[in-house]
């Protein structure tokens, strides 16, 4: 089993600034990709970024050139570092990780960007 514990979230202004975190135990996961999505009040969840093993990242357009998603795989954690946030980004903030053909998510972490 893996665990994922998020932090970081809170309430911003527009334009502003977070920098979330997600540490991971139980397994190593440096060799699998990990994920951010977000998920705003009816809606469904939505992909934001990834990041490969080996460093390599995608993005969704949505959050493209904003937003940053990185890793260090010593200490089994991902983070992602939210610039220019807009009101629109308000949301629950969840990393992920397929880990031996299952899906683990972590409880999430509430932003909310104030306009």
């Known amino acids: 089993q893996v665990q994922l514990v998020e932090s970081g979230g809170g309430l911003v202004q527009a334009g502003g600034s977070l920098r979330l975190s997600c540490a991971a135990s139980g397994r190593d996961i440096s060799m699998n990709a990990m994920d951010w999505y977000r998920q705003a009040p009816g809606k469904q969840r939505e992909f934001l970024a990834t990041?490969?093993?080996?460093?390599?990242?995608y993005y969704a357009v949505s959050v493209k050139g904003r937003f940053t998603i990185s890793r260090d795989n010593a200490k089994n954690t991902v983070a992602l570092q939210m610039n220019s946030l807009k009101p629109e980004d308000t949301a629950v903030y969840y990393c992920h990780v397929r880990n031996q053909g299952y899906d683990y998510w972590g409880q999430g972490t509430q932003v909310t960007v104030s306009s």
């Open positions: 990041i490969l093993s080996g460093g390599d990242t």
